[in-house]
């Protein structure tokens, strides 16, 4: 039990429709980052925010988006789906920036269609 | 750019020791980590080292760092059936928090 819970589980959408996943840090954590994992592959990084900053991003269209609320909870916004969009999205949280214990999630298995 | 390099599949029997490895290129790397992925499940974190270690022991598991050569490795000791998993190798910059570089990940077999 990490502490960190992902919602939807699943989740089904069709070519252009918008999806919003969900993210509830660990405890005391202030930092959340967020990945794709494509089948077959490791994870990418998408983004990561801090104290509800977005401070860093990973290699991901504007389309990708993200927030932090003040209690460190985080979403994932992604518009415009493509086919490519499904993929294992998982969120991690940590206590700062500086490393360190680096919980995941169980992640939202996203399928486009 | 930072990239993480592992080998695909490993195959071990039961009781005997796995040995997966990793290698990175980033010089400036803090934390390494080993994750573990079971079918359809998110990374379950098995360890980490800090980037001035050599080594780190817990359990079963025993992690190696070569920070000369960039090399990572995660011994299992008495391996199970259960140990059947994916097995990810992830590398964190200087001050990158939560941006972890992950390997393409191990798929340990382990045969009873």
């Known amino acids: 039990e990490t502490g960190v819970t992902q919602s939807p589980t699943h989740l089904i959408k069709t070519r252009g429709q918008q999806v919003t996943l969900r993210c509830s840090s660990q405890?005391?954590?202030?930092?959340v980052s967020w990945y794709q994992q494509a089948l077959g592959q490791g994870p990418q990084f998408i983004f990561q925010?801090?104290?509800?900053?977005?401070?860093g991003r990973g290699n991901f269209p504007p389309r990708f988006s993200g927030l932090q609320f003040p209690n460190y909870s985080s979403e994932l916004n992604v518009n415009a789906l493509e086919l490519d969009d499904s993929a294992l999205y998982l969120c991690?949280?940590?206590?700062?920036?500086?490393?360190?214990?680096?919980?995941f999630g169980e992640g939202s298995r996203l399928t486009v269609l | 750019g930072e990239d993480v390099e592992q080998s695909l599949f490993l195959s071990v029997r039961e009781g005997d020791s796995s040995v997966i490895n990793c290698t990175y290129t980033?010089?400036?790397?803090?934390?390494l980590y080993w994750y573990k992925q079971e079918p359809g499940a998110g990374l379950q974190l098995l360890t980490y080292?800090?980037?001035?270690?050599d080594m780190k022991q817990d359990q079963r598991l025993t992690v190696l760092l070569n920070k000369k050569d960039k090399h990572l490795s995660l011994r299992i000791a008495d391996t199970q059936t259960g140990d059947s998993a994916i097995y990810f190798c992830?590398?964190?910059?200087?001050?990158?928090?939560?941006?972890?570089?992950f390997g393409q990940g191990t798929e340990l077999s382990v045969k009873p």
């Open positions: 992830a590398e964190m910059g200087d001050n990158q928090g939560g941006k972890l570089i």
């Open positions: 405890s005391g954590h202030n930092t």
């Open positions: 925010y801090y104290r509800e900053e977005e401070n």
């Open positions: 980033d010089s400036s790397s803090t934390y």
């Open positions: 080292i800090f980037s001035n270690m």
């Open positions: 991690a949280s940590s206590p700062g920036l500086a490393g360190g214990e680096l919980f």
